[in-house]
């Protein structure tokens, strides 16, 4: 009998410890991506500013020669940080947007230079069409000019994943959001953090799986 009971709880048991593993999972998971999404958010009102080479303006999207909303904060942060001296040169980053007849770099050139900034003082990568492309082609830049040292310009919730990139390019970056955002109510914040924390976490993944290597 008591060897009977033995075999009838054994299956029992299982599936008791299958569902408090279940249990630890999902709470691992919550735990994780809750930390991930409030780390996001805080990393975003961090300012690094300081005297830099280059400040790398990080792309959105234009509309033929009209940069987008989120792109025109991005660069007038840049123009903020070239007028106030913490940089001499900006690169802006960002290649061909579908339909246009030129790259999102060169419409914020355009923007840039219509505000009052010399020419000369612009950089632009015209290939890329992320976040890593545009960090990788600013580096390229930054070595043919013997540039060591950047600011990386972005949205708040985009620079924590910004940041990381910057790093894994080899770039001696600092981080600086823009203090204007497009991304203003809760209802607009919340899809650009579950976006940005989706990125993020498949960045970190791509690391171990390649950089790491």
């Given at each position: ?89 900006v690169i802006v980053t960002g290649g ?118």
């Amino acid at each position: 009998m008591k060897q009977k009971k033995l075999k009838a709880e054994g299956p029992k048991m299982k599936k008791i410890k299958l569902r408090w593993l279940a249990a630890a999972l999902a709470l691992f998971f919550i735990l994780y991506m809750g930390g991930t999404a409030i780390s996001i958010w805080q990393y975003g009102k961090a300012d690094e500013k300081q005297k830099a080479d280059a400040a790398i303006v990080l792309g959105a999207a234009a509309y033929g020669e009209r940069v987008s909303p989120v792109f025109e904060e991005r660069l007038n942060h840049g123009i903020w940080l070239y007028e106030n001296g913490y940089v001499e040169k900006v690169i802006v980053t960002g290649g061909m947007g579908k339909g246009n007849e030129h790259s999102d770099a060169y419409a914020g050139k355009k923007y840039m230079i219509e505000q009052g900034v010399l020419e000369d003082a612009i950089l632009i990568e015209e290939e890329s069409t992320v976040t890593q492309e545009n960090l990788e082609n600013a580096k390229e830049l930054m070595d043919e000019n013997s540039y060591s040292t950047a600011i990386i310009v972005s949205d708040p919730l985009h620079m924590k994943r910004s940041m990381l990139m910057a790093k894994d390019c080899g770039i001696e970056a600092y981080s600086s959001p823009t203090p204007t955002t497009r991304y203003r109510t809760l209802k607009s914040k919340l899809p650009f953090l579950a976006r940005e924390e989706f990125f993020y976490i498949g960045y970190k993944i791509y690391r171990i799986c390649f950089l790491w290597k």
